[in-house]
């Protein structure tokens, strides 16, 4: 903000005196900021952004995409299965049930 606050006094001290007319009445801010380093490096600054951005997402679902899985594997499971009368090792299923599911605990704990 300090080019254009710069610029703008610039610009006070002209009306309040005898000037020339500019080629133009309106105010230009690009010429004002065209040498600052924010608009000079503004391309590579957002490249910049948004590839640290894209390697931050793949990161991300790197590590938690196997527990995004595990998670969503369980919201699809049908427990009432498990009641089942027709279940050949009703006692060995629930077990192993309750094992599997004692084991995403320890996994989405560490």
Do not use: C
Not at 39 to 54: G, R
Not at 61 to 87: C, G
């Amino acid at each position: 903000m300090t080019p254009y606050a710069d610029a703008l006094e610039e610009w006070d001290e002209k009306v309040g005196d005898n000037w020339d007319e500019p080629d133009s009445l309106k105010l230009d801010p690009k010429t004002w900021i065209q040498e600052d380093p924010l608009y000079t490096n503004q391309k590579e600054m957002v490249t910049d952004i948004l590839k640290s951005a894209f390697e931050k997402m793949r990161l991300f679902m790197t590590r938690f995409a196997p527990l995004l899985e595990i998670y969503w594997r369980n919201k699809q499971a049908d427990l009432k299965i498990l009641v089942d009368e027709q279940l050949m090792n009703p006692i060995d299923s629930l077990q192993n049930t309750i094992r599997l599911f004692n084991h995403y605990h320890e996994v989405f704990n560490t």
